[in-house]
């Protein structure tokens, strides 16, 4: 029998990944944390997150990793590849939490968005 794993990746002390972890957990959603700091995500792993998610999305440019990035850095974001090896490097700048569930590939928290990932 092949039961589908749910992951949710983000950083454990950010309030938006505690919103969605009470939310699965209220939901009785078991899934598995993985925590960026420790295990950051593969070119891979965020190549995948990018077939579902647009690139203005996933790279966080409101958070302080962002604003203490040099204008070069900046600017070569804009360059996918050049962006996925800058959330490799440095995986806070990824909009936290990104869920994986059933194919659905989440970023952020909305209560709505995660009831729709788990209807199917």
Avoid at 11 to 18: A, G, M, R, W
Avoid at 22 to 35: K, Q, R, S
Avoid at 84 to 92: A, D, G, I
Wanted: aromatic share 10%.
């Amino acid at each position: 029998m092949y039961f589908m794993t749910t992951k949710l990746y983000g950083i454990p002390n950010c309030d938006t990944v505690k919103k969605a972890r009470t939310w699965l957990a209220e939901n009785g959603i078991e899934y598995e944390f993985v925590d960026f700091k420790k295990s950051p995500p593969s070119h891979e792993l965020i190549r995948e997150w990018l077939e579902a998610v647009p690139l203005e999305i996933l790279l966080n440019k409101r958070g302080t990793t962002w604003r203490k990035l040099t204008d070069e850095q900046k600017a070569g974001a804009e360059n996918q590849d050049a962006a996925v090896e800058l959330m490799v490097q440095q995986p806070s700048i990824i909009k936290r939490p990104v869920l994986v569930h059933n194919g659905h590939r989440v970023c952020g928290f909305a209560e709505d968005v995660y009831e729709d990932a788990f209807k199917s």
